[in-house]
């Protein structure tokens, strides 16, 4: 097709360090530059005659043999931003690109990726300019992906059902049945309306014939809806005239479909809970995961965040159990359910088949899918769309040969360099997985080891034909440059046995210019992604999954769920922010008292409780001898533990415990909070390797420094915890952790000290001041004296120092009762048990018995440590477990 007006760009051979020589495709490609003055007529025809003829077709120029023109949809785009602008629009177009990526930034938006050195996190790659599709080409796209939808979930109720298609060899039962993702224990199973697949993506690639191919299907728990939303979002705002006078076709209508596709088969109809169940916080796509279920205003869960009673499926809540209905699931098959299929999966939840079967809940996708996705049933499924619906197909899909066929592969097998070789089945314990190899970009010598490879196991292999995708204009450095590009496209069921397919999708482009060669970009291999834009043919659909608003007896009436997942890591996020504090503290104490810094000499009671607190709380090996035996090995043994993260109470275990509890929360937390976390944690390790790098003899201070830093830091968090959080239930269940672990750790510091009589002893007057942090406070209210009372006052019975033993078990009794008021039998029984020291008799606490021992005063304080040990037990198995009572509790 032709414009009335040409682009207003030329064309320039762009330099490349790939020639002729060495088989660059790219090295005549053009860049496209802005113009000094305007149109140039002559701008089309001058990138025409630069392009190769290597078989691509250009989504900006047209087909490689036609005239060069842009695509009729592409025109209005092009025409606003690069003619009518001008050189000013264009120049703009570097300030549009640091808007996406600032906004990506800011949203927090990334991809998570895995390499040999562990998991690495790195922003969503998003280009500026969308992928354009017009709407005569939709429509053939639509309607193919549509057909080949219905053929899947047919296929899936055969295989799991009767098996026609495998009895008249019409599939291989070899390539189906030996497949590690066809699961036996689904067979027979039937989902709600027979829908098999409520999700399907399919990788389109425009052929060099110009039409849209196939390439490859996902149909287990396709990813990346959340990030076609995200890239929607961020590239619509960029080009807000372009959107609507392009009439780009919306996105709400179409995720609305799905949501109420999966209520239409939910036993419970329009009251059904959904929720959707993520791998966790180290999934790759976690973050679109996040996003996806804000958007459709369904919980984001994990699988200990399920449990199945009476096969039901039941969220566990800090108010008790609430019915799911609906499972839109990212947890690949054989994870979902320990009992039936992986054994040693975490993910899943235990019972979850059964309850799938017997029609309590529905999954999607079903499990058993993934078989679906191999490559090598490409050529088979023209004949079997022929045999289910008697159709043949609308959209032609990728040429593959499964070498299992052995007249196949003997008859390609002399021409292995023109196929990319692909896995048949994903990598097992069997069969190890491997990446898609293009074989005439190998060594001679890997060659010959593929070609063992094949004939070693030929039916774990499958040859694809080469097909180089077109390509799409990116934005870089200045100026726009071709890059090969894959699309996404989902089909979404809409529960009645239909199918709509999502007018946009998610578009890979490769990396770089030389990454052509390879048919199927991969985010995890370096490509990025663009936003798909879909010009719509009559009018734009204007739905929105944007709510209602909410009225005064909306917020009168709310209550706000918390997962018992999300509390238990609150819980412990309180528990290990005392308890990292607590370690620093005893390790900066104990390093004081060993170097004399604080005292002018230390006596031996206070070098014994020292020995003890450290080995209790991880601070040295069990193997250490005592201070008093060696000063100088304990206290090297003492610094070199602290950045130990394999000891189950060291400093650094307490700070990685801490990041681990505050990364599943992110939600939850201030960005500031969780910078905090992060730094403290960084800068501890950084430093203190830093200190003990060149392995001689480290100076104290220094090491003191470290640990100076880092209750700076935590001081920080708890600042954050206490002044930046809502007071809702989550932030109750981690002040009670952190209520819990500081009434066990003083009860049990100051049972100790009596146990040794330090405060007898000047240097462990101190100390029981120091770890109780109250030393400046003792000084202000009683100055130079050393007297039990005034110290018992202080440490326990004083109810306005938030470290006496009095404010600690007063506090968390009350936010205790608040917290679990739904159950208020339970939490005023368990209550009860709570000490309240505020009662005791100062004066008979501080008076020794006639032994002259202080036997009564260590029994109200090892108590005072049982009851809050007691008091996490309890919680653990009624809010987090939900082992006990709260089992009663269940909303159906």
Not at 200 to 210: K, S, V
Not at 349 to 366: C, D, F, I, K, Y
């Amino acid at each position: 097709m032709s414009l009335s007006s040409p682009l207003p760009w030329p064309g320039r051979r762009e330099p490349s360090g790939h020639g002729a020589a060495d088989g660059g495709p790219h090295d005549s490609q053009p860049s496209l530059l802005p113009p000094e003055d305007g149109p140039d007529p002559a701008a089309l025809a001058a990138a025409a005659a630069l392009r190769g003829g290597d078989g691509h077709v250009d989504e900006l120029l047209g087909r490689l043999n036609e005239p060069a023109s842009p695509r009729a949809g592409l025109a209005p785009l092009w025409e606003r931003f690069f003619r009518a602008n001008g050189a000013a629009g264009w120049r703009d177009m570097a300030h549009r690109a640091a808007r996406v990526q600032r906004r990506v930034q800011e949203d927090g938006a990334t991809y998570n990726v895995y390499d040999e050195g562990g998991q690495s996190s790195r922003p969503w790659p998003l280009e500026l300019l969308p992928m354009l599709i017009d709407a005569d080409e939709w429509t053939a796209i639509d309607q193919g992906l549509q057909q080949r939808a219905r053929l899947l979930n047919a296929a899936m109720a055969d295989v799991y059902g009767p098996r026609r298609l495998l009895e008249e060899g019409l599939l291989p039962p070899s390539l189906v049945l030996a497949h590690p993702q066809y699961l036996r224990p689904l067979h027979g199973c039937q989902p709600a309306g027979g829908v098999y697949l409520h999700v399907a993506a399919f990788d389109l690639a425009r052929g060099p014939d110009g039409h849209w191919w196939v390439l490859a299907q996902r149909t287990q728990a396709p990813s990346g809806l959340g990030y076609v939303l995200e890239n929607r979002i961020i590239i619509a705002q960029q080009f807000p005239e372009a959107f609507r006078d392009l009439r780009v076709q919306r996105l709400a209508a179409s995720f609305q479909s799905l949501l109420q596709g999966l209520i239409k088969l939910s036993p419970a109809g329009e009251r059904s809970r959904v929720v959707l169940l993520t791998p966790g916080p180290n999934h790759e796509t976690y973050f679109e995961q996040v996003f996806l279920a804000r958007y459709l205003g369904i919980t984001l869960v994990e699988g200990g965040d399920l449990t199945v009673r009476a096969n039901r499926v039941y969220l566990k809540t800090l108010t008790g159990l609430e019915r799911v209905h609906v499972i839109l699931r990212r947890v690949d098959d054989d994870y979902l359910d320990p009992l039936e299929l992986r054994s040693d999966s975490i993910l899943g939840v235990p019972g979850l088949v059964q309850a799938l079967r017997a029609g309590e809940v529905v999954v999607a996708n079903s499990p058993g899918a993934g078989w679906l996705e191999s490559p090598g049933l490409s050529a088979f499924w023209p004949a079997v769309s022929r045999r289910l619906l008697g159709e043949d197909l609308l959209l032609p899909g990728f040429t593959s040969w499964w070498c299992g066929e052995e007249a196949v592969w003997r008859h390609h097998r002399p021409r292995l360099e023109d196929f990319v070789v692909a896995p048949t089945f994903p990598g097992s314990a069997t069969t190890p997985g491997f990446p898609p190899v293009v074989v005439s970009t190998q060594s001679t010598s890997s060659r010959q080891a593929l070609l063992a490879r094949i004939e070693a196991q030929p039916a774990a292999h499958t040859l694809q034909a080469r097909v180089r995708p077109s390509e799409t204009p990116v934005w870089t450095q200045g100026v726009l440059e071709p890059r090969t590009a894959v699309v996404r496209v989902y089909a979404l069921a809409d529960g009645e046995g239909g199918w709509r397919v999502l007018p946009g999708g998610l578009t890979r482009v490769a990396s770089r210019r030389e990454a052509a060669h390879d048919p199927l970009q991969s985010m995890q291999r370096g490509s990025a992604s663009a936003d798909t834009w879909v010009i719509a043919r009559g009018e734009v659909d204007n739905t929105s999954l944007l709510p209602r608003p909410l009225s005064a007896e909306d917020l009168e009436r709310a209550q706000w769920s918390v997962t018992s997942r999300s509390a238990e890591n609150l819980f412990w996020l309180g528990r290990y922010t005392e308890r990292a504090e607590n370690s620093i503290r005893l390790a900066r104490l104990t390093l004081e008292a060993l170097t004399g810094s604080v005292f002018s000499a230390t006596s031996l009671p206070v070098l014994r409780v020292l020995d003890t607190l450290a080995r209790r709380h991880g601070l040295v090996g069990a193997g250490v001898p005592a201070p008093d035996k060696s000063l100088r090995l304990f206290e090297r043994s003492l610094v070199s533990s602290l950045g130990d993260t394999v000891g189950a109470t060291s400093v650094a275990f307490n700070l990685q415990a801490l990041r681990g509890c505050a990364q599943a929360l992110r939600e939850r937390l201030s960005p500031e909070h969780w910078k905090l976390i992060q730094e403290a944690g960084d800068h501890f390790h950084h430093h203190l390797d830093a200190v003990l790098a060149d392995g001689q003899a480290e100076p104290l201070s220094d090491v003191l420094g470290v640990l100076g830093r880092a209750a700076f830091h935590l001081s920080a968090i708890t600042g954050a915890q206490t002044d930046r959080m809502t007071r809702d239930n989550g932030w109750r269940l981690l002040s009670v952790g952190r209520q819990i672990e500081r009434l066990d750790f003083l009860s049990s510091v100051l049972a100790l000290g009596f146990e040794q009589d330090l405060h007898t002893l000047d240097d462990g007057f101190a100390l029981l001041l120091g770890l109780f942090d109250s030393t400046i406070t003792y000084r202000a209210q009683f100055q130079g004296r050393r007297e039990v009372a005034p110290l018992l006052h202080l440490l326990v019975m004083d109810t306005d120092n938030p470290r006496a033993l009095a404010w600690v078990a007063r506090t968390l009794r009350e936010r205790f009762l608040k917290l679990a008021r739904h159950e208020p039998v339970w939490a005023g029984e368990s209550a009860a048990l709570l000490p309240r020291p505020e009662t005791w008799s100062l004066a008979t606490l501080s008076r020794p018995q006639a032994d002259g021992g202080w036997s009564h005063l260590i029994e109200a304080l090892q108590s005072c440590s049982a009851q809050a040990l007691a008091l996490s037990d309890a919680l653990s198995r009624q809010l987090f477990s939900h082992v006990g009572v709260a089992d009663r509790m269940v909303w159906q």
